[in-house]
């Protein structure tokens, strides 16, 4: 039973434009989530976070928007730029389990020049 | 300035043949986890420790152990990898285990011949 979803697994965008990466969950518990970035051969790396009493939260080009009744979070990165290509999970922790994360699958992003 | 770094990056073991899987934090962070991704799926926790303390993940199976000789160094133990096994083993380390972000290691790529 998938916690956390991210149904779309790739999305492309032109250099310059928003890139939007769609994120679902279903457990009610959760009421924190992080995005973490990962690059080819290396480990996830923290994006950024929002609690569930924001609905918006911004950091730069980076931009995560929580929509609880709907059970979803997106992230927005404007401009995207190719240094941007990578693998996007979002993750919640379960503060109970000592902060065990559970991801999403991850979606591919890939930033053209 | 690495932080977590996991060794070896890539690992090739025979079927049914021990395999150690080393992690090691020069975060002084009390919270390690080790998650296993499987391709194209998402990261999926195996067990924790919080200092000493060994949590187990209940569909975590037999074949995985864990040690924590420090509060560096963890290990991951697979006593006799399947096929099933073959995937990318990822060391976590967080400081307080709540909502805080978690700070990974590069992984180990395991291959099971």
């Known amino acids: 039973d998938q916690q956390v979803k991210q149904n779309s697994p790739s999305l492309s965008v032109q250099e310059g434009r928003i890139s939007i990466l769609n994120c679902d969950y279903t457990?009610?518990?959760?009421?924190?989530f992080l995005w973490y970035k990962k690059y080819p051969a290396e480990g996830p790396t923290f994006l950024i976070s929002i609690s569930s009493i924001k609905d918006k939260n911004e950091d730069g080009r980076f931009t995560v928007f929580l929509n609880k009744s709907a059970k979803h979070l997106s992230l927005h990165i404007v401009p995207s730029q190719p240094g941007d290509s990578a693998v996007y999970f979002c993750?919640?922790?379960?503060?109970?389990?000592?902060?065990?994360?559970?991801f999403g699958q991850g979606t591919i992003l890939t930033v053209h020049p | 300035d690495a932080m977590v770094i996991q060794n070896p990056r890539y690992q090739v073991t025979q079927f049914g043949k021990p395999v150690t899987l080393s992690c090691s934090q020069t975060?002084?962070?009390?919270?390690m986890y080790w998650y296993q991704q499987k391709s194209s799926q998402a990261p999926k926790l195996l067990f924790h420790?919080?200092?000493?303390?060994?949590?187990n993940e209940a569909d975590t199976p037999d074949n995985f152990q864990s040690r924590r000789p420090n509060t560096s160094f963890c290990f991951l133990d697979i006593r006799s990898p399947g096929l099933g096994d073959a995937a990318m083993y990822l060391c976590?380390?967080?400081?307080?285990?709540?909502?805080?972000?978690?700070?990974f290691g590069p992984g180990t790529r395991l291959t099971v011949t």
């Open positions: 975060l002084n962070h009390n919270v």
């Open positions: 976590a380390t967080s400081r307080t285990g709540g909502i805080g972000e978690q700070y």
């Open positions: 457990n009610s518990m959760f009421d924190y």
């Open positions: 993750a919640s922790p379960l503060i109970a389990s000592y902060g065990k994360l559970t």
């Open positions: 420790y919080y200092d000493k303390d060994f949590n």
